[in-house]
C-alpha cells in the first residue's frame, strides 16, 4: 500500500482507456493529463460484469470495431453487497 493514500481516491470518478493490448485506470481531473477524451457526440453503452472474465467477454465485440474506448465507471452502487461492476462505454458517433 502507498504511504501517501487518499482515502479520497474510493470516491473519485474514474475512466478507462482501453486498448486491444492494454488499458489505463484514469481519475477524472481539471488539470491537464496525457489522456484526454475528444470532443464530439458519444453513445454511453453500459457493460454490467460480476467478474473480470464476463466483462472481458462483454467488451470483445466493441474492440473488434475500434482501437481506443473511453468508459466510465459507474461507482454508486460498488460498496453494496453483491455489487457488480458497470461501465458505460463511450462510443463516438460519426
Not at 482507456?17 to 481519475?27: E, S
Request: hydrophobic share 35%; proline share 6%.
Amino acid at each position: 500500500m502507498d504511504g501517501n493514500w487518499n482515502p479520497d481516491f474510493i470516491l473519485r470518478k474514474l475512466y478507462y482507456v482501453i486498448t486491444p493490448d492494454y488499458y489505463d485506470i484514469c481519475l477524472v481531473s481539471t488539470k491537464p493529463t496525457s489522456q484526454k477524451i475528444a470532443p464530439g457526440e458519444y453513445q454511453l453503452t453500459p457493460i454490467k460484469a460480476s467478474s473480470a472474465e464476463s466483462f472481458d467477454q462483454q467488451l470483445a465485440p466493441y474492440l473488434k470495431n475500434q482501437k481506443r474506448i473511453i468508459a466510465l465507471e459507474d461507482r454508486r452502487g460498488f460498496l453494496t453487497a453483491n455489487s457488480n461492476l458497470v461501465i458505460h462505454l463511450l462510443i463516438q458517433k460519426t
